[in-house]
């Protein structure tokens, strides 16, 4: 079976305040578990609770500081191929930085244009994590989509994925944010 390969950018996780309460876990060590088992570093994320769920989303000063740069360094990498792509990137970076934070991820969400920055819903991830009292919580991952790329087989390929993710975080070690960085299956 064949999928499209993605990496994308997570901006947000969340999890039921109902299952996070008989998980065993509080606010806090639910997210040390997130940073532990998904590289994501705690400080970047800000939490933000409603009645039914706990939400970390992106911190804007993070996507101020370090989104610009991430791209910059990301994007050339990404495509190599500098005399087709390269103008695409950087106009694409440029109108980046004219956003707010705050409208970044309303922006991706309505960019039906955009290929290369945006958010689709069937990039999202869940994961069952096993708290403290053994009931499990249901996290919820979700992307902005920086790269996709066509049909490849996907039989097994998380550890390859890992691993690529563990070098991606060791190549931008001054961007913390690019321990938020994803590859996923679409």
């Keep these: 079976m064949g999928a499209y390969l993605a990496f994308g950018l997570n901006y947000r996780a969340t999890v039921s305040h109902r299952q996070l309460q008989q998980s065993g876990w509080d606010e806090a060590q639910l997210l040390q578990k997130i940073e532990k088992t998904f590289g994501f570093p705690a400080e970047n994320y800000m939490q933000v609770s409603t009645k039914d769920e706990v ?6 000063e993070v996507i101020e500081q370090q989104l610009i740069p991430l791209l910059e360094k990301v994007y050339p990498v990404m495509y190599p191929n500098a005399d087709r792509l390269a103008p695409f990137w950087k106009q694409l970076t440029q109108e980046l930085a004219t956003i707010s934070p705050e409208s970044l991820i309303e922006w991706a969400e309505s960019s039906e244009e955009n290929w290369s920055f945006r958010i689709e819903g069937y990039a999202d ?3 069952r994590l096993r708290g403290p009292s053994q009931e499990e919580v249901v996290l919820s991952l979700y992307h902005i989509r920086l790269m ?9 390929g998380r550890k390859s994925f890992n691993f690529i993710q563990h070098c991606i975080s060791r190549a931008f070690p001054d961007l913390s944010l690019s321990r938020s960085l994803r590859i996923y299956v679409m």
Aim: without cysteine; negative net charge; glycine residues 6%.
């Design 55 to 60: 939400t970390w989303d992106l911190r804007p």
């Design 125 to 127: 991830e869940w994961y």
């Design 148 to 156: 996709m790329e066509g049909k490849f087989f996907m039989e097994e």
